[in-house]
């Protein structure tokens, strides 16, 4: 007698484990997968911002008690933190400017590990902080106008900053608007999910529109380096 085996084998537990952690907090694969990446994005982009921060809070305070103290982030007139550091702007609202990274910073990290434990947040955390990356963009934004067209020179690690605030900002928003924390008409909703699915596009445009603004801005500089 002869007795037929399937070959066929189903999902192991260890297949079917993480899918069925992530539908028991009521995710797809795919939510799951953009949760995942949001909150990579924010744990190391918030790391990279506070080693940032850190380190311009460190060397502002070291120039100050040794005026003679070498800041390491000065390379050359066009790359310079000390020049950017002795303008009104590394001061706009009375104290310098990397000590709001100090506090900033670690909230994304917090809110990147968060997403990252699948920790269900109330909806008005998810508005309020990206509301607070709304508002970075915004005064990245600005520091980088003020930078190229009115200060005339690059801090590099105020430029490790503009790298990081626009994908914690571009990431958040599009989690939120995913998950209906920022609510989408019905009329709008099969348009806006499909403008999602191609998201990286903005944010590609978005790295291009400062690449661009800071390649012509200092072209003279950039083109001495070819």
Known sequence: MII?????????????????????????????????????VLLLGGLVGLAAAFDLTYERIASLIDPSHAISCDFNPVLSCGTVMNTWQASV??????????????????????????????????????????????????????????IGVLCPWCMAVWTVVLPIFWFTTVRNLRTGAIPVGEDWRDAVDDLLRYHWIGLTLLYAAVVMIVGTGFWDYWSTLF
């Open 93 to 150: 609202f009375g104290f310098p400017n990397p000590m709001i990274g100090l506090v900033a910073f670690p909230l994304v990290v917090f809110m990147g590990a968060l997403w990252l434990s699948k920790v269900s947040l109330p909806r008005w955390i998810a508005l309020v902080f990206n509301l607070g990356a709304l508002g970075g963009l915004a005064f990245v934004s600005w520091l980088i106008y003020q930078s190229v067209y009115q």
């Open 4 to 40: 037929e085996t399937s070959t066929e084998t189903g999902p192991t537990d260890t297949d079917t484990g993480g899918t069925r952690m992530d539908e028991a907090f009521g995710e797809g694969s795919r939510e799951a997968r953009g949760r995942t990446v949001t909150g990579l």
